[in-house]
């Protein structure tokens, strides 16, 4: 994962082609025509806020989360103008804990796919299971093997890496190859994961 001091420069440069400037239209897609009711959220690496505020704004009750403090201002900013109630806190997920836990839904948008080890991929999953309470889904988007890519862009990951990485924690209800939400001409691929907690983690 990204360190906090990469990430700081990221956001003092500008350099954040994750930050598109509207929530992601697989989060919409996904809430939406999976009828995921309103609930307690968590948002990991929420970024500049714009998930978090897009959930709130569908009567989620949202913690939104992320390793730099640029990026949690401009989400608390953000969440100010659009009269929305969000609470941003500046923590790195894999090392503090985190409260308001259980959540129902927990959301990352390019924070799993950023792990570069089965095993550190497997802590992420286990650490998203434990916030979950009982039948928690964890929707994540993950950059995509599958494009051959000639450029810049996400983290890659295979449908195989993902299943092993959180088969022990979740039940896996839909894994369908998509596209991140982008301002680019051509947005990079992804994977759109949707889990069910498992009922013995």
Request: hydrophobic share 35%; proline share 5%; aromatic share 10%.
């Amino acid at each position: 994962m990204m360190t906090e001091e990469r990430y700081k420069k990221r956001y003092e440069s500008g350099d954040t082609p994750w930050d598109i400037g509207k929530p992601d239209f697989n989060l919409i897609q996904t809430v939406t025509t999976m009828a995921i009711e309103p609930c307690k959220a968590l948002d990991i690496g929420c970024g500049t806020g714009d998930n978090s505020i897009w959930l709130s704004q569908k009567n989620f009750h949202v913690i939104g989360i992320d390793i730099s403090d640029i990026a949690i201002q401009k989400a608390i900013e953000k969440a100010s103008k659009a009269n929305v109630k969000c609470t941003f806190i500046v923590i790195d997920f894999l090392t503090k804990k985190i409260d308001g836990a259980p959540f129902g839904f927990a959301f990352d948008r390019g924070c799993f796919h950023s792990l570069n080890s089965d095993k550190e991929r497997n802590s992420f999953a286990e650490k998203v299971a434990v916030y979950l309470e009982k039948d928690g889904l964890w929707l994540s988007l993950v950059g995509n093997a599958d494009e051959q890519r000639h450029g810049p862009g996400p983290p890659q990951r295979t449908a195989r890496d993902i299943v092993t990485s959180v088969e022990p924690y979740f039940e896996i209800l839909s894994l369908i190859s998509s596209y991140f939400g982008s301002n680019r001409p051509s947005p990079p691929r992804a994977w759109v994961c949707l889990m069910r907690k498992r009922s013995f983690t």
